[in-house]
Nanobody, 111 residues
Framework: QVHLEESGGGLVQAGGSLRLSCAAS????????KGWYRQAPGKQRELVAV???????NYADSVKGRFTISRNNAGNTMYLQMSYLKPEDTAAYYCNWGDLWGQGTQVTVSS
């Protein structure tokens, strides 16, 4: 079974940057659509960004122009580069592939 593990979260000031990573235990991770989601306390989990097997990307309106989703050539790692972070970006961030989810990494943006 494939396992997903996120890393790279932390505490950052507003306007700062972080890069999240999602490492998969298998390169089969390169197949199919995958994405990043986030969930803030008391709110529903929401889509942040997705990337298709062909490399097409889509973003939530709230992060367009600030976040970039990408993957490595080996196909076993996905990234989320987050810039110009805002306090409202504070949430637990999760990577997703089909029915699989990572355990999440916390991003906290201070004002």
């Amino acid at each position: 079974q494939v396992h997903l593990e996120e890393s790279g979260g932390g505490l950052v000031q507003a306007g700062g940057s972080l890069r999240l990573s999602c490492a998969a235990s298998s390169t089969i991770f390169r197949v199919g659509r995958k994405g990043w989601y986030r969930q803030a306390p008391g709110k529903q989990r929401e889509l942040v960004a997705v990337i298709s097997i062909g490399g097409t990307t889509n973003y939530a309106d709230s992060v367009k122009g600030r976040f970039t989703i990408s993957r490595n050539n080996a196909g076993n790692t996905m990234y989320l580069q987050m810039s110009y972070l805002k306090p409202e970006d504070t949430a637990a961030y999760y990577c997703n592939w089909g029915d699989l989810w990572g355990q999440g990494t916390q991003v906290t943006v201070s004002s």
